[in-house]
């Protein structure tokens, strides 16, 4: 239900490349995820490091399933692909990720926004900031979404968005009129992303006067 939601009121109209249950006729622009590459060194010091397969991140990930997820695997299957679940079966370009905050937003290809400015204002509001108890590292969080403005500091205070697990990242920011969005063909070493920074901070920096750091 709520795919088809999503593909007669928001992806169809604004065309976005961005699906929730890819079609069978999509199947062949479809490029696999790569699992992260690393040393058996690297793999066994990262994995050694984690709190416990029974901790928030082990559930979080179904590390502490029987077997554990593969995550690579699950998103390279065409079920997951078709079914579309919310939480992790979202494909789609760039482009795609993009454009759904440019509609969120703004409005796109001659369409009006899909959210008033009331309820931009408490999407990016922050609700939650500090150690973040699923992934360890600091989480800036507002409701629903990442706030994208407290993690990156040349964005503005309302900026809004989430990445991904395999390394995407799609951002809104109300103030510069900025849309971004990113897909990698490979997983980060432990889900670590430094190039996303410097990445953002060039693309916001090509639409106005800052500088990438």
């Given at each position: 239900m709520?795919q088809?939601?999503y ?5 169809t ?6 699906y929730l249950?890819l ?7 479809f490029l ?7 040393t ?9 490091d ?6 928030l ?7 502490n399933?029987?077997?554990?997820l593969a995550?690579?695997a ?11 679940p ?8 760039a482009r ?10 703004w ?12 309820t ?5 509001m922050p ?19 990442q706030?994208?403005?407290?993690q ?7 900026a809004f968005?989430?990445d991904?697990?395999a390394?995407?990242?799609a ?5 510069s ?12 070493f432990?889900w ?22």
């Open positions: 709520f088809r939601i593909d007669e009121r928001v992806r109209p604004y065309g976005l490349d961005l249950g079609p069978e006729a999509e199947e062949g622009r696999p995820i790569r699992w992260w590459t690393a058996p060194e690297q793999e066994a010091a990262f994995w050694s984690l709190p416990g397969l029974h901790g991140l082990g559930v979080g990930y179904r590390l399933g029987t077997p554990p995550q690579a699950f998103a390279n299957t065409r079920a997951v692909r078709a079914g579309g919310a939480s992790a079966g979202g494909v789609g370009s795609g990720l993009a454009g759904l905050y440019a509609a969120a937003v409005g796109l290809n001659g369409r009006p926004p899909l959210l008033t400015p009331d931009v204002g408490e999407f990016a609700h939650s900031t500090g150690h973040d108890l699923v992934r360890g590292a600091r989480g800036d969080y507002a409701l629903g979404f706030a994208k403005g407290l990156y500091g040349f964005l503005g205070a309302d968005g989430h991904g697990s390394g995407s990242e951002f809104a920011d109300p103030r009129g900025v849309a971004f969005g990113y897909t990698r063909c490979c997983f980060g432990g670590v992303y430094p190039k996303h920074d410097r990445l953002a901070a060039i693309h916001r920096a090509a639409t106005g006067h800052l500088r990438p750091v």
